[in-house]
């Protein structure tokens, strides 16, 4: 089993900035991609980035590209979510998210989940 825990949510004025983290441990060898998946107030889920493991591709959906940046490290196993110029819209609660297969891409699919961290904005 992989372990995912998440830090760095918080509240923030629309138009700052905040980083997420998600440390994964466990059988970390058997994650594929990892990435994130957020939850606003009365929506579905969401895809928000996605990083391949190994190749280090990564992916956003269309309403955060050019403003969130998914990054992760190996040691620990690490993944970061860079958010900047958040608006209100941007309120949710963000999971850390992990796979150990191929998925398509937007795809909310994952094997591993986080317990979420509280992202707020304000107008």
């Known amino acids: 089993q992989v372990q995912l825990v998440e830090s760095g949510g918080g509240l923030v004025q629309a138009g700052g900035s905040l980083r997420l983290s998600c440390v994964a441990s466990g059988r970390t060898f058997s994650i594929l991609s990892m990435g994130w998946v957020r939850q606003a107030p009365g929506k579905e889920r969401e895809f928000v980035a996605g990083?391949?493991?190994?190749?280090?591709?990564?992916y956003y959906a269309e309403s955060v590209k050019g403003r969130f940046t998914i990054s992760r490290d190996n040691a620990p196993s690490t993944v970061y979510l860079q958010m900047n110029s958040l608006t209100p819209e941007d309120t949710a609660v963000y999971y850390c998210v992990g796979r150990r297969t191929s998925q398509p891409t937007g795809s909310i699919q994952y094997d591993y989940w986080g317990q979420g961290t509280q992202v707020t904005v304000s107008s």
């Open positions: 990083i391949s493991w190994i190749s280090l591709n990564t």
